[in-house]
């Protein structure tokens, strides 16, 4: 029998299936959902949850003419399947596939790329607002997840649409993991009444007959607060109230007779005709998170995001990453996540001033632990990275030593504060950096290049990124029990395959890099994920008759001049390596420092990722693509090095300006 998935190629296709069949295609996508994520990755449990409410929504409303604008697009897959792309799911988040997050360059149906939560209000309420100076008559909804309400820019946008009153719907999607409470048959029946086009009528005409009569307005006032007082009694919906929306809800996300019926009475009540239903309103709506898989129903947490696993079982599919280093094969035996977790546990144990802090992201960030071990001593703000910087100020200023756990791509927003209430104020607060690097497949809004750049910048901070496990457990002991300053450490997603010769332990001190291979041709002087990768260089190197000195750089800043100093003397020949953003991260500092030192003369290639946002595919393909791969670097260096002219006649040149 075919699935009536197969004939859906539009939301034109989805409004010829009749609605009494529109359960079964919910569960035929939560099939399709379930094999393609089982077997690629990706966001399940978000993505199960809102199933019946993108059919709803995409039945009801005309898209693309009515904007539909959701948040960030982890909950949005269905979406994806019933907009043109059914027959391209099998490539989500594969290399030219289909991203895992909304793209605007996908799909007509996606009006922006996103992967940051929080966003959609603002930008629906510019759609909006654009809308109306432009005399159009189209809907525009904003469909955000209850988690991104707590993050800076959604609250200032709340507050800005209710003073504003755009003709506008925000579509709370709660998966019971923030603000909603059960939802009853009371509440089900407000909605009806709210909602339903006679009462408003009604509604309306009272309202101006009354308005006419001796101190009218006072009484129509007087029963808007009648009626927001009886919603705030009995749902919550008040706040929303207050700030200027009107409220419906909380309705249940997974009954589409009564998403599709209160839909189409919103839809009626957002139509233009200068009556006082115009303005925003907020649509309630209670979902389970991994709705119709059990395991993810259990444990939402987990199956938030996931590598690929076993849909019988629901546990991950074994993957051993290995790979060839100088001859032999090493394994990854632990992630720097995982290295993170267990050394901050272990240094909490002799330190009760340690306060672990995360912005949403305990499980991700490798602070589920610590949460465990020490839970008066945990903090997750939600989706607030703003906060949770502003709260380690206050808590170092006090005496206390924070350490934040972010992914870089996260960490973006809360620039300002890192400047102004860590650096400024010179606190000791530790900023672990994870996933900094190419993330692969979560693509451009998570590739975390960027803060090498904006962190080398900053007074009084200081920026370690360690080559492995190991000596991020060691720059972490360093930053807690050694330095006083605000400090920032930044590793990559994942392991690295470290060869048995640098398997020793890692000592280390502020501003001193590691020499790892001497040579006396060029010098690599390599950055965190980096050296592992130079090392192999190095050896490639050698076989074309270019003998390599590989340096570990720990330090961005400060950076190890004296070593610089004798390299760029001695060698005269440098290259420096990173995975960031070429423009303005460590090579720049490198060359930056030998400018100061007046050693500019001294050749220097800058090699990093290039001035553009890298697209999705596995961490390997994403270092081919943009060369950081070890036989593309060796073929690079190869190249520049043979134009050079004699590093010999280099070095003279330094030594006697005069020759």
Partial sequence: MPRLLDAIDSPTDLKRIPASQLPQLAQEIREEL?????????????????????????????????????????????????????????????????????????????LFTTGHGGTCLSTAMGLAMARDRAGLKHHVAAIIGDASLGEGMALEALNHIGHVKPNLLVIVNDNKMS?????????????????????????????????????GERLVQLGHKVEESLKGLL?????????????????DGHRLPELIATLKNVKRLMVRHGSPSKGPIVLHVVTVKGKGYLPAERDP?????????????????????????QGKIAK?????????????????????????????????????????????????????????????????????????????????????QI??????????????????????????????????????????LVVMSPKDPEELRAMLRFAVETLSAPTAIRYARGGIVCGESLGRPARVTLGNAEVLRDGKDVALIALGSMVYPALEVAVQLKAQGVDATVVNARFVKPLDRTLLRQLATQIGTLVSLEEGQVAGGFGSAVSEALDVMQL??????????????????????????????????????????????????DLRLLADPAA
């Fill in 34 to 110: 379930l094999k393609t994520i089982s077997t690629l990755g990706g966001h399940l449990a978000s993505s199960l949850g809102a199933v019946e409410l993108c059919l709803a929504l995409h039945y009801v409303f005309e898209a693309p003419t009515d904007q539909l604008v959701w948040d960030m697009g982890y909950q949005a897959y269905a979406h994806k399947l019933v907009t043109g792309r059914r027959r391209q799911i099998h490539t989500l988040k594969q290399f030219q596939g289909l991203t895992g997050f909304n793209n605007k360059d996908e799909s007509p149906y996606d």
């Fill in 179 to 215: 603000i909603a409470p059960p939802v009853g048959g009371l509440s089900r029946y407000l909605n009806r009444l709210i909602t339903d086009p006679l009462y408003n009528r009604m509604r309306r005409k009272l309202e101006h007959v009354v308005s006419k009569l001796p101190k």
């Fill in 301 to 325: 947490e987990r199956f938030h995001k996931l590598e690929p696993f076993d849909v019988t079982t629901g546990r991950p599919k074994s993957q051993a990453p290995s790979s060839k280093l």
């Fill in 600 to 649: 500019s003369r001294v050749p220097l290639l800058r090699v990093g990722l290039p001035d553009q946002f890298v697209e999705h595919a596995t961490r390997t393909q994403l270092l081919k693509l943009c060369q950081l791969d070890p036989d593309s670097l060796t073929r690079r260096i190869v190249s520049w090095y043979s134009t050079l002219k004699s590093p010999a006649d």
């Fill in 332 to 416: 990854v035996s632990m992630t720097f996540t995982e290295a993170f977790s267990e050394e901050l546990v272990r240094l909490a144990q002799g330190n009760d001033a340690i306060i672990g802090i995360t912005a949403a992201m305990p499980e991700g960030t490798g602070l589920s632990e610590f949460a465990r071990r020490f839970p008066d001593r945990y903090v997750d703000v939600g989706m607030a990275e703003q906060h949770a910087l502003g709260l380690a100020a206050g808590l170092a200023r006090s005496g206390q030593r924070p350490v934040i756990a972010l992914y870089s791509t996260f960490l973006q927003r809360a620039f300002d």
């Fill in 235 to 251: 749902v919550p919906g008040l706040l929303f109230e207050e700030l200027g929306f009107r409220y419906i809800g909380p309705i």
């Fill in 419 to 460: 400047m102004h209430e860590l650096c400024l104020q010179r606190l000791p607060v530790v900023l672990a950096i994870d996933r900094g690097g190419l993330v692969g497949e979560d693509g451009p809004t998570h590739h975390g290049v960027f803060d090498v750049g904006y962190l080398r910048i900053l007074p009084n």
